[in-house]
């Protein structure tokens, strides 16, 4: 599960690095949630529980808390 999550991280800093810079936020939000998604599904299965559940489940938690960071920073007047 280790590998995989390193996986993840190695994809998402991929999808930054290759995104022009405009579109760099979207592209690595959009990435990290799908590769959340595929985690929450492995998860799952190695848990016995169904799949589509815990995929589902990673998906949502995982945008909230993308949009309540966002939010923050927005709210702080923080630069990315």
């Known amino acids: 599960m280790i590998l995989l999550s390193r996986l993840g991280f190695a994809v998402a800093l991929l999808a930054a690095w290759l995104s022009p810079l405009a579109a760099m936020i979207a592209a690595v939000s959009v990435v990290?949630?799908?590769v959340l998604?595929?985690?929450g599904g492995v998860a799952a299965k190695a848990g016995g529980a169904g799949i589509v559940v815990g995929a589902t489940r990673v998906l949502?938690?995982?945008a909230f808390a993308l949009l309540v960071t966002a939010g923050i920073g927005k709210l702080f007047g923080?630069?990315?």
């Open 32 to 34: 990290s949630l799908v």
């Open 60 to 62: 949502v938690w995982g």
């Open 37 to 39: 998604t595929l985690l």
């Open 78 to 80: 923080a630069v990315v």
